[in-house]
């Protein structure tokens, strides 16, 4: 991502965070006055998602530090962190939600279902305009997680909308209980992805969804390269790529060698996605012993005699 994409979800994190704070103030207020415990238990789970989206707003701002000396990548990483943070916290808030589920189904008190439904379609339509506002903020998974937050509270607004709506014409409390455990089966499934993407990044493995094989071959295709091993690629952020390898090459002039690297360093970013590759040139084989050798040797079929 850009400088200029990183400044603009700062700017609607910052926004979401300021009118998620209008919402709760709105719900703790109704709440009171409407006594209704479905508008202050979504006041409960907004808080924690304040909580969680400054915590993502403070990481994208902190991602927009340069790179020094002791941290070289620069703070990428702190936004995967807070994605991971977020996730585990959208877990608890959806066990919370289902135990108070559990209880409500025991009990039911009377609510003021026309304040209830005015307030809830007031989180809503807020929450649903934050929403559309960060998911226009790219693929980055700090924002993404921030979005799950927004999205099951804009679940959970509509939850409590069609709860007072039922409540004001049918007085059938046990409906609010009913959604409520729908919201937290949802915040669950968006928040086991989320947590699966971050520690993947977290222990620098492999973007999903890449073919490390097709990269070998294609790296084999190009002019001048003869075969590559040492092949390591890994995820500095969910938006870039790092990788490092060595090539063998035959012995050539610098400025050929350079234009080989070129072509290659231009194929691993518009193919793959690669945005820093690292890229160590060699005039002999690869030692049989090397464990990075064998692992790309005959059984892959990947080595240049094969093409």
Request: proline fraction near 2%; include cysteine; charge should be negative.
């Amino acid at each position: 991502m850009s400088h200029r994409y990183e400044s603009m979800a700062v700017g609607r994190l910052r926004m979401a965070f300021l009118l998620s704070l209008a919402i709760l103030l709105a719900e703790v207020l109704g709440g009171l006055a409407s006594h209704s415990l479905a508008l202050l238990a979504d006041a409960g789970h907004l808080l924690t998602d304040i909580f969680a989206l400054g915590l993502a707003w403070f990481a994208a701002v902190q991602v927009l530090r340069p790179a020094d000396a002791r941290r070289t990548y620069g703070y990428h990483r702190i936004g995967i962190l807070a994605a991971l943070l977020n996730a585990v916290a959208l877990i608890l808030i959806a066990i919370f939600i289902a135990f108070e589920a559990y209880h409500r189904f025991a009990r039911e008190e009377p609510v003021n279902g026309t304040l209830m439904l005015g307030i809830a379609g007031f989180a809503l339509a807020v929450n649903v305009a934050v929403a559309f506002s960060l998911s226009e903020s790219g693929e980055n998974l700090n924002v993404k997680s921030a979005l799950l937050h927004v999205l099951g509270d804009a679940v959970a607004s509509a939850g409590v909308l069609v709860a007072g709506a039922a409540i004001a014409i049918t007085s059938v409390y046990q409906l609010d209980p009913i959604v409520s455990l729908i919201v937290a089966v949802l915040i669950c499934l968006g928040a086991w992805r989320i947590i699966g993407q971050a520690l993947g990044i977290l222990m620098e493995a492999a973007p999903p969804g890449l073919n490390m094989a097709e990269m070998v071959r294609q790296i084999l295709r190009v002019p001048g390269i003869k075969d590559v091993h040492d092949l390591h690629v890994w995820s500095i952020s969910n938006q870039m790529t790092a990788l490092s390898c060595h090539v063998l090459m035959e012995d050539a002039r610098t400025s050929e060698v350079t234009a080989t690297l070129n072509d290659m360093k231009l194929l691993l970013r518009e193919r793959f996605g690669v945005a820093h590759a690292t890229i160590e040139v060699e005039c002999q084989g690869c030692e049989t012993e090397n464990a990075f050798c064998s692992q790309l040797e005959e059984p892959a079929g990947l080595h240049a005699h094969e093409h």
